[in-house]
């Protein structure tokens, strides 16, 4: 059933958290009831939850949110089977998830018995050998002992070497990821990548082409970008802007996608490599990379560009901002090194580096609300609530209150913070705290818990419709939502501007900065393509602007009531 659009517009965050995407389909159906979706981003799998709301968005008139609503009842069917290990991670991803996710280690011991075995027989043997020699020495009880502890000893001792040995290659075979995502081989379901992808054409309504023999294209953010007028008003449907994080471990950076190949970007060009893409890909999504219209081959055999932003497949995108490190395999790309060689590069998580990019959409002065939705996990709960959303006279106090439990868990806690503190940082403001939704989630939900039940998956779908009703409730004010943003704008703007016209004016400090910007335009050593005519209207503007400020009796900010803590205005480059 198709949902009727809405006349107000909103943009939207997810955050990551593997299995938390169950999650996100009734809070995506909760805001699309009042509002239609004109840019949704996220990370990981709410890049995954971003790329099926931008689908069904486009498709609302066909039923798209039908697919949405859905979505929990077809993840709890297929969660079990979504994660497939590659034939020769199987070992270690039966490790991974007994041992350390599950931590059902009765499972995990039987596991490492069957496929390291042999080692278990080659302690038996040696400790067998030397138990009998140390019983002709210290009799009986001494060769027992000794014979049990050097069997215990080889024995884990040679299956940690094998286990290791073992994880080297396969991670190195698979791109550091035990599940490489397409449906593997002798599985039961279908896997994650080509779940995804069916799910992202289903929800846009896209199907099949008629002629078997016809190549099948895949949704791309050009069809998003497409779907109405770029100056349409908020009343009326626009274009779909789509965006997500991925982390480029090469650079040590996070990318934007779907702008890798932009001009001003850090690559003059970037290949995939079509046998490798497979690995991670569906199949028909790589033919049609490879042999539709956009297609262009690399600079070496089996190297193809990757596509201009307009026609880069949703489901690629989301693939690579959803490559969790040793879970799931990383995405490979090439870019020329300047030497006329190219170089690998893998393109890991998006959660590495921003998992909640809260900042995707934002303007001082917003002309729509940016709503995010936050997966919080805590070991109790705030009050008894799963979802809550902060308000002027409730500031929520629980971010940042986790407390970590033993060495694993303060582990998780510096990463976290590492990864965090950013995002953490820009949702503390008033002004943007209160548009995003905190969902708390316990130790055994989401995450990385694979196995949850029928009764944490539903619990977990309910959350999400309690935070999607909160945020489209009356609860939120966006008038309100303005004027904060407002008084912040206000106070940084005031204040950076004052500091940099005191600085262009340069009263009492020798050369001021207008005066060497004049005397500097005339031959600049470098960016000096400008037309005269232009760089003169350009120092004027600024001049003019420099000098207005300059003129200001005193400042107001100091006077206001403005909200806090207080926030920096800085220029930093657009991943």
């Not at 008139?61 to 993840?75: A, S």
């Not at 090439?334 to 303007?363: E, K, Q, T, W």
């Not at 602007?545 to 005193?554: K, N, P, Q, Y």
Request: hydrophobic residues 45%; negative net charge.
């Amino acid at each position: 059933m198709a949902k009727p659009a809405p006349e107000r517009a909103c943009d939207v965050i997810m955050k990551g958290g593997i299995t938390s995407g169950v999650i996100y389909p009734k809070a995506v159906t909760a805001l699309a009831e009042k509002y239609r979706f004109r840019s949704i981003g996220g990370t990981s799998v709410g890049a995954i939850a971003a790329a099926i709301t931008a689908a069904a968005e486009l498709n609302r008139e066909g039923g798209g949110f039908d697919v949405v609503e859905k979505l929990p009842e077809r993840i709890a069917k297929h969660l079990p089977n979504l994660f497939q290990p590659a034939p020769a991670a199987r070992p270690l991803y039966a490790l991974l998830r007994w041992g350390v996710l599950e931590r059902r280690f009765g499972k995990a011991f039987w596991t490492l018995l069957f496929h390291h075995g042999q080692f278990v027989l080659v302690g038996a043997m040696i400790a067998f050998t030397l138990g009998l020699f140390s019983a002709a020495i210290g009799g009986s009880l001494f060769a027992v002992v000794f014979a049990l502890l050097v069997f215990a000893l080889v024995t884990v001792g040679l299956s940690a070497w094998s286990v290791v040995a073992n994880a080297k290659d396969v991670l190195e075979e698979n791109f550091y990821g035990l599940c490489p995502g397409p449906t593997q081989e002798d599985a039961e379901g279908i896997g994650l990548s080509d779940w995804l992808a069916e799910t992202i054409e289903e929800a846009a309504g896209r199907g099949l082409p008629d002629d078997p023999e016809e190549l099948r294209r895949p949704l791309t953010f050009g069809d998003l970008a497409r779907s109405g007028r770029p100056d349409a008003p908020e009343s009326e449907p626009g274009p779909i802007q789509l965006a997500m994080m991925t982390t480029n471990l090469a650079l040590r950076r996070p990318h934007w996608l779907p702008d890798l190949t932009k001009p001003g970007h850090p690559f003059e060009a970037l290949y995939f490599r079509e046998d490798e893409f497979r690995l991670v890909l569906p199949g028909w999504v790589v033919d049609w990379m490879t042999q539709g219209p956009a297609a262009r081959p690399g600079p070496q055999a089996g190297l193809w560009h990757m596509p201009e932003p307009d026609d880069l497949p949703v489901v690629v995108a989301t693939r690579m901002s959803l490559s969790f490190p040793v879970l799931i395999s990383a995405v490979p790309l090439y870019a020329p090194d300047g030497s006329g060689a190219v170089r690998r590069m893998l393109f890991s998580d998006g959660g590495i580096s921003s998992n909640f990019p809260i900042h995707f959409f934002d303007a001082l002065l917003p002309r729509r609300p940016t709503f995010g939705i936050s997966l919080e996990s805590v070991s109790t709960l705030p009050g008894g609530e799963r979802a809550s959303l902060p308000t002027a006279e409730r500031p929520d106090p629980w971010i940042g209150l986790v407390q970590p439990k033993g060495p694993l868990g303060f582990l998780g806690a510096v990463l976290d913070a590492m990864q965090e503190w950013q995002d953490r940082l820009q949702t503390s403001l008033p002004g943007y705290r209160e548009r995003v939704a905190d969902v708390y989630l316990l130790d055994d939900e989401g995450g990385l818990n694979l196995a949850m039940g029928s009764e944490t998956l539903d619990a977990l779908t309910k959350i999400g419709a309690e935070a999607g009703a909160l945020l489209a409730g009356d609860r939120f004010d966006f008038d309100d939502h303005r004027w904060r943003r407002f008084l912040v704008a206000y106070a940084r703007l005031e204040e950076t501007l004052a500091k940099t016209a005191a600085r262009w004016t340069g009263a009492g400090s020798g050369e001021s900065m207008a005066e060497a910007m004049k005397r500097i335009a005339k031959d600049p050593s470098s960016f000096d393509d400008t037309d005269p005519e232009t760089m003169r209207a350009m120092l004027e503007r600024f001049d003019g602007l420099m000098r207005h400020v300059a003129g200001w009796d005193e400042p107001l900010a100091s006077k206001a009531d403005i909200p806090q803590p207080e926030s920096a205005l800085r220029i930093t480059p657009k991943a």
